[in-house]
């Protein structure tokens, strides 16, 4: 299955929640764990680890770093190639489109796309499967565990009767990883002919939902973290990211 598939990272943002961080460093780039390697590298790991051999990442802000650090992927047994964003086209959407245009998912069935900023260990392996099986144009990656951050009050009438300090959303949430068939990728053509900026889950799945376009599910209580702001970075323990991801470095 991992076989038809590419690996796609996105990597080019500015990372303007992550700053000052991003002064200085692509945020797919911030070092975690106590090995202080970069974040980009467990996404690597991970696809490598599931049999994803073939990635392309989509460059941009500070993307000479990322270029520097990982090259063509030898150090990892994979092969990296590099797209780099065109300002023609904006979003995250605009640049899965300039690397369809650029024919970079030619030999692949599937695409995994993997937002540069998200930490987890989810299983791979057994989300494709269920695209695959499912018949999807496009698979999500869910987590039903996702808590409300702030307190929530209950009332009657103008009187709060009790309090639940960040409860359970009641709904799975995104965790920026999803499956997208090569093919469903053809309706990015109409969306950039009436948007100037496209986002992956706002216009895209949204747009294959709209025209009935089967769209996965996949639920998963796999650890996920989002590192998109410095008050998530200060939050994210190197401990718990060393025993978390340790099966990832086992030579």
Known sequence: MTQNVIGVVLCGG??????????????????????????????????????????????????????????????????????????????????????????????????????GDILSDINLTEMLKFHEEGGFAATLALSPNYRVAVGVAELNGHEVVEMVEKPPLGKPVTIGILAVRRRALELLHELAEVKKEIDIMGDLIRALIERKFKVGGYLTTAFWFDLGTTEAYEKLDPSDVDKKFSFLFQE
């Open 14 to 115: 500015e990372g303007r929640r992550l700053r000052p961080l991003t002064y200085y460093f692509q945020k797919a780039m911030i070092p975690i764990g106590s090995q202080q390697k970069p974040l980009l590298e467990y996404i690597v790991r991970l696809m490598k680890y599931h049999g994803i051999n073939n990635i392309v990442m989509l460059v941009g802000y500070k993307g000479q770093q990322i270029v520097n650090y990982f090259n063509n992927g030898e150090r990892y047994n994979v092969k990296i190639s590099y797209v780099w964003d065109d300002p023609s086209f904006g979003g995250n959407g605009g640049a899965l489109y300039n690397a369809y245009l650029k024919g970079v998912f030619d030999s692949a069935e599937n695409i995994l796309v993997y937002y």
